[in-house]
């Protein structure tokens, strides 16, 4: 239902942008969120929005750095990644679902989830 893509390999201190497109199951959404899993580690929050009126969440580490954004029309969310740092290497999953807005960083509150898709930040 979800389908991400736009990954790759991207020196630190470059750009990349994500997206992920949903199919019309996934059309009841409240909130549409990006999620990362580094190897070894948890599944963490990155970003989320909200997909009527559009307000956005960030997880501190990327605050400032990443943008969240939507296309309505296209059914579609974005994650414009900038100033990306070895640390943000990960595979990138966007999630969607009936999230009230305190859970949007909470893994287990989203009901759909794409089949990721990895970006690698070399130093």
């Known amino acids: 239902q979800l389908q991400a893509c736009g990954g790759g390999l991207v020196q630190a201190g470059g750009s990349l942008t994500l997206s992920c497109v949903a199919s019309?199951?996934?059309?009841?959404?409240?909130?549409r969120g990006w999620f990362r899993q580094a190897p070894g580690k948890e599944r963490e929050f990155v970003a989320a929005?909200?997909?009527?009126?559009?307000?956005?969440y960030y997880a501190h580490s990327v605050k400032g750095r990443f943008t969240i954004s939507r296309d309505n029309a296209k059914n579609t969310v974005y994650l414009q990644m900038s100033s990306l740092k070895p640390e943000d290497t990960a595979v990138y999953y966007c999630?969607?679902?009936?999230?009230?807005?305190?859970?949007?960083?909470?893994?287990?509150?989203?009901?759909?989830w794409g089949q990721g898709t990895l970006v690698t930040v070399s130093s």
């Open positions: 019309k199951r996934t059309f009841s959404s409240i909130h």
């Open positions: 999630a969607s679902g009936s999230v009230p807005y305190f859970s949007v960083t909470i893994t287990t509150a989203y009901d759909y």
């Open positions: 929005i909200s997909w009527s009126a559009g307000s956005t």
